[in-house]
């Protein structure tokens, strides 16, 4: 390359656009992710660039490198222009796949959160679907590679050797991201990036397979947002498939496009010392430290906001929808079913269920479990805007005769038991849920991935050690942490689905993607921490 950025100015170049990214571009996202990432690529990310080139003198043209390679494979222009589209887009969704191994690797390792993304920024619409698939996967490659493989790189391999010039851009590009866990997964894709575009001369080539990469992770969200399922294809298989056929696309690239003609000896750089070349990375390194700072505290010393602060959506049941659970112990026998009915009311949502448990008696390491023959009743109301519980009534009949009922009324749960009639009543405290019950009000929580939120857990009878009811022990509240998981692959008899956790103390339920995009309140699955509910149909 005859022209380009010194080092220095590519390392502000760098350092520079990351704050802006950071600053500014995390506030447009924040109002609008589509279009606020189109317009930190372009005015925050590609602007930037092509001012310090134009400012150095430097022409867009040749220090881009905005041309074809010159090959002659295939014979004729056109095809060779199809092959190279064809290529360079393979190898990037190649990449991605291999990308999703190494973050799934990551985060079964680390068990930290990926960045969340308020639900109220995801796309919903068709026209907002579009929006998204060209943000990610046009105007990100676009302006990224003119920053890193044209403006950086370029600068780097006129004053370094083009193996320094690719592993540091690589590194600064993975960094870029301000990711923690997923940094891994970025820089084998930064890596083939580099060495392309060196190998062809030609930035257009990283601009396809940084398309192929992200156009297949936009497809992959996009079918996810609308269906609550991703690519049918990913698993560990596609994975070790995508490095595959990346490792036999990047010898066939190596063998097509010879190797760039030998380059006069690497231009030195004015004589300054290494600090005053380099101190713009110290900045830069400290946003991204302060980022990944941030994203670890938020992961492993989560603050529960207040209860008040949850928000849930709004149910959609026109009509009534039924529901079966088979029922297991925790050692996976199983003990009983619960079949449960949503009813629209109006302006509410009625819930009915009916539960059959068989005696059982459970050892498992320390643990020890034991249940006997006993049907429940369930009828519930909640508030159909705010799923604000608005009556409760579950009753308990055991085959030894004994028997409670616990039932809300004028805001106290009265818990009944046996024929005698003796009662215990306790307050409902403000934002309080009820065992079993908050399952199903929490199915519409609106709430990102890593949240959670302390709220009073309504016990019908007094919890001991261990979580043991005492029997005939009114009822007893537990302040408890609400905590939002990921989203994760759950087994059902019907099939895998993709789901949300909800952890509450010592009890989880999950919750269906699909069932949360048609807004049916109703778990997947529930582990109340004696038994299991599995959703069959």
């Not at 506030?27 to 005015?43: D, K, P, R």
């Not at 005492?470 to 408890?480: F, I």
């Not at 008899?493 to 309140?521: C, F, K, M, N």
Request: aromatic content about 10%; proline content about 6%.
């Amino acid at each position: 390359m005859n022209k380009s950025l010194s080092i220095f100015s590519a390392n502000l170049l760098f350092a520079l656009t990351l704050v802006l990214v950071v600053t500014l571009g995390a506030a447009v996202q924040s109002a609008s992710l589509a279009w606020g990432l189109i317009a930190t690529e372009v005015f925050l990310i590609a602007l930037p660039a092509l001012l310090f080139l134009r400012s150095s003198g430097t022409p867009l043209r040749q220090g881009l490198r905005l041309s074809l390679p010159e090959t002659g494979f295939p014979k004729t222009r056109f095809l060779r222009e199809i092959w190279f589209l064809a290529l360079f887009v393979a190898l990037g969704a190649a990449m991605y796949f291999f990308g999703l191994l190494i973050d799934g690797i990551m985060a079964q390792l680390s068990g930290l959160p990926a960045v969340p993304i308020q639900d109220s920024l995801l796309p919903k619409t068709g026209f907002d679907m579009a929006v998204y698939f060209v943000a990610l996967a046009v105007s990100a490659p676009l302006c990224e590679e003119i920053l890193f493989r044209g403006a950086v790189q370029g600068a780097y391999e006129r004053h370094k050797s083009p193996l320094t010039a690719i592993l540091v851009t690589a590194v600064l590009f993975a960094f870029y991201h301000l990711r923690l866990t997923g940094l891994p997964a970025l820089l084998p894709v930064a890596l083939v990036l580099g060495y392309v575009v060196w190998r062809t001369g030609s930035l257009y080539a990283g601009m396809l397979i940084h398309f192929g990469n992200n156009g297949a992770s936009a497809l992959n969200n996009i079918l996810y947002f609308s269906t609550g399922q991703g690519l049918p294809f990913l698993s560990l298989w596609s994975g070790l498939a995508g490095l595959a056929l990346a490792v036999i696309l990047l010898a066939l690239i190596t063998r097509i496009y010879p190797r760039p003609a030998a380059q006069p000896a690497p231009e030195p750089a004015p004589r300054r010392s290494w600090l005053v070349a380099y101190w713009p990375l110290l900045p830069a390194a400290a946003v991204y430290l302060a980022v990944a700072g941030m994203t670890l505290a938020a992961a492993l010393l989560p603050k529960a906001a207040p209860a008040s602060q949850i928000q849930y959506g709004f149910p959609s049941v026109n009509s009534a929808v039924t529901s079966h659970y088979d029922i297991a112990n925790q050692g996976g026998q199983a003990v009983g079913t619960l079949d449960c009915t949503l009813i629209p009311e109006g302006a509410r949502i009625a819930l009915t269920c009916k539960r059959a448990i068989r005696a059982y008696e459970l050892q498992t390491g320390s643990s020890y479990f034991k249940d006997g023959d006993h049907t429940d009743t369930l009828n519930a109301t909640w508030d159909g805007a705010t799923m604000a519980l608005e009556s409760f009534d579950f009753e308990r009949k055991s085959s030894d005769g004994s028997a409670y009922r616990s039932a809300l009324k004028d805001g106290m749960l009265v818990t009944t038991f046996g024929v005698d009639g003796a009662q215990e009543a306790m307050e409902l405290p403000q934002y309080a849920v009820i065992e079993f019950e908050w399952a199903w009000q929490a199915a519409l929580l609106k709430a990102n991935s890593g949240a959670s939120y302390s709220l009073p857990l309504v016990w019908m009878l007094s919890q001991g050690a261990g979580s043991t009811p005492h029997a005939e022990a009114g009822p007893s509240v537990t302040d408890e942490v609400l905590r939002v998981g990921d989203d994760e692959t759950l087994a059902l008899p019907g099939g895998s689905v993709a789901a949300r956790s909800l952890t509450l103390g010592r009890q989880t339920a999950w919750y269906a993607r699909e069932d949360a995009i048609a807004g049916l309140p109703r778990p997947a699955k529930f582990d109340d921490g004696m038994v299991v509910y599995t959703l069959t149909r």
